[in-house]
């Protein structure tokens, strides 16, 4: 019977007579390639569930090698340096309790440049413990919050390198408690003291400070001849907050514009003894100097006083109007074509309408909020 595939057909004798004619390769003594099988074995990126594979020349398998895990005390120093930044103040502590040599480490003045102490305790105790360990001298920014007690160390120790300090809720917290700090501070350029509600007054006795930020929000007890006193020695301050702070009249919006004449920043919102008299006379005085303020709440303030403000704050960047319900659509009109650069306006609760959204939409292409 023919094969339907007769060019796969062969006899036997034609087959060993082509394989005659062929010359098949086999190795010599001499002939000794490493092709490297033998280091399968031992590559530790293997999986361990990966079948082993056999060595060609008969070599025992090699065992893998064991990865020991590294733990946080065979890091170097510089190492555990540069990890501890990155750790709250809390949890560096925390740490430093752990053994002798992260103890060592993590008081490392380098470490201690920012310092917050956000729970309740005697803030004496813990600035008299970092004095021991020398790490006083190089704090810079330094938040003490809900203190139950005033810390008599700015009176004691040098805080040469503090440049920004925040006090915050400290109840029992005194006019000559921050006059101390500014004696003893001088390189001191933020001061925080928002709701230390026995404060009237923030006054140096050696001159003139260097503060350039100066936040007394929620200091109930803060007056105009406080404010005055306080003004007077601060010619470099460019950022003043002074929310809720109900006693407060025009006659310290004088005196803002009268000692502090590079400001840039100004809030006064909720004050609500302040009227159109103490913005004409700010706005008037400042002029362009002013990017940012904020008269939230103050429900004395119209367009009589927002008029002044479109007039001579031309560089203004933010306004905040929320709550004035004697402005109109005059006034933010106005806004709109003095100050072009606006980027942030808040009108809530403002009897505006479309005027204003038209006149904004042309005049404040920068406008986000």
């Not at 105790?125 to 919050?145: F, K, N, P, Q, Y």
């Not at 300090?165 to 928002?194: F, G, P, Q």
């Not at 920043?265 to 609500?272: A, P």
């Amino acid at each position: 019977m023919d094969s339907p595939y007769p060019l796969l057909v062969a006899t036997d004798r034609a087959i060993s007579h082509q394989l005659q004619k062929l010359s098949l390769y086999s190795p010599s003594a001499s002939d000794s390639i490493d092709l490297g099988y033998h280091t399968l074995d031992n590559n530790p990126c293997r999986s361990s569930s990966s079948p082993s594979i056999p060595s060609p020349r008969g070599h025992p398998q090699h065992k893998r090698f064991s990865l020991t895990p590294t733990t946080l005390t065979q890091l170097e120093d510089k190492i555990l340096l540069k990890i501890l930044h990155w750790v709250s103040t809390r949890d560096r502590c925390t740490l430093a309790q752990t053994c002798r040599r992260l103890w060592e480490i993590a008081w490392h003045p380098s470490l201690w440049r920012e310092v917050e102490i956000r729970y309740p305790q005697n803030a004496t105790t813990a600035l008299r413990s970092m004095a021991r360990r020398g790490c006083h001298s190089s704090i810079r920014r330094l938040v003490i919050e809900g203190s139950t007690g005033f810390t008599g160390a700015f009176s004691l120790l040098p805080f040469s390198s503090l440049t920004s300090l925040a006090l915050r809720h400290s109840r029992k917290l005194t006019d000559m408690n921050v006059s101390t700090i500014l004696d003893n501070c001088v390189h001191l350029k933020e001061l925080d003291i928002t709701g230390c509600g026995n404060i009237t007054r923030a006054y140096c006795h050696v001159g003139p400070t260097q503060l350039e930020s100066l936040d007394m929000s929620d200091c109930h007890s803060v007056d105009d001849s406080g404010l005055v006193m306080t003004l007077s020695q601060m010619p470099q301050l460019a950022l003043l907050h002074l929310r809720r702070c109900l006693r407060i009249t025009d006659a310290s919006l004088v005196s803002v514009a009268s000692y502090c004449t590079n400001l840039r920043q100004l809030s006064v919102s909720d004050c609500c003894r302040l009227t159109d008299f103490g913005v004409r006379e700010l706005a008037a005085r400042l002029g362009p100097s002013l990017r940012y303020f904020s008269v939230g709440k103050c429900d004395r303030v119209s367009d009589a006083g927002l008029l002044v403000v479109a007039r001579h704050c031309y560089k203004l960047r933010y306004l905040n109007a929320r709550g004035c319900e004697a402005l109109s659509d005059s006034a933010t009109i106005a806004l709109a074509r003095g100050c072009p650069r606006l980027r942030a306006l808040d009108l809530g609760k403002c009897d505006v309408g479309d005027p204003t959204l038209e006149a904004l939409s042309t005049g404040c292409p920068n406008l986000k909020k």
